[in-house]
């Protein structure tokens, strides 16, 4: 190829489309894949940074002094041979029921709901980030499925919740509201708001009921009203 680019004193592109061969094909250089070497600077950068994952490990091992053209995948799999891989730490994240506030009855257990605004549930789930976790709190009208309300915060408080149920209340006013026994649907303040409107309370007498598990807002995505 480069012989035809001199005698043809034309430019790499016109040589390349002659014969029908990529620009990139032209320029591409061959990568050394010399396995043992690349083991050896990722076993030295697992040590150095012990709680760095495959995607870590990979940008360092493109940077210098490496500059190792590799991704993750084989990032993945060489780590996996070495045992350098570290298990996936799963958050959980629990409302406690362990609260001075009223107990409420389930409402909802026997209900046929067969109207929109006849009965509200919330709940309450995480999203990972980069750097952490935001918490989610969600109001779902049972009978449309559609989201009500929401909110998204840093902190598992009543806020969270209370902030979700002011913006479902602008919307409309349901006849009955279901959650769990968590502090955060149980706080006085919370449950005066409800009360503000002459909302009947509903809640789980058992974390596992099948009901709010079948009607929870997690299960449903967020359509729009």
Request: aromatic fraction near 10%; hydrophobic fraction near 35%; charge should be positive.
């Amino acid at each position: 190829m480069k012989d035809l680019v001199a005698a043809e004193n034309c430019s790499t592109k016109a040589a390349c489309n002659s014969v029908g061969m990529a620009c990139s094909s032209y320029y591409y250089q061959s990568w050394p894949r010399d396995e043992s070497q690349i083991g050896a600077d990722l076993e030295k950068l697992a040590g150095q940074y012990p709680k760095y994952g495959t995607r870590r490990i990979m940008h360092q091992l493109r940077r210098a002094p490496y500059f190792y053209r590799i991704n993750r995948k084989r990032v993945q799999r060489m780590m996996r041979e070495k045992m350098l891989l570290h298990p996936v730490k799963r958050a959980r994240f629990r409302t406690t029921s362990q609260h001075p506030y009223p107990r409420y009855p389930n409402l909802m257990q026997n209900m046929e709901v067969i109207r929109p605004e006849q009965a509200w549930v919330s709940d309450i789930t995480h999203i990972r980030l980069g750097l952490g976790f935001v918490f989610l709190a969600m109001i779902m009208d049972v009978f449309t499925r559609a989201i009500r309300g929401w909110n998204l915060s840093r902190n598992l408080d009543v806020d969270l919740t209370l902030t979700a149920l002011r913006n479902a209340l602008s919307l409309c006013i349901p006849e009955n509201h279901h959650s769990d026994q968590g502090i955060q649907y149980a706080a006085q303040a919370y449950t005066d708001l409800l009360k503000k409107y002459s909302i009947q309370i509903s809640k789980v007498v058992s974390f596992f009921e099948p009901w709010l598990r079948k009607a929870s807002p997690k299960k449903t995505g967020m359509p729009n009203d």
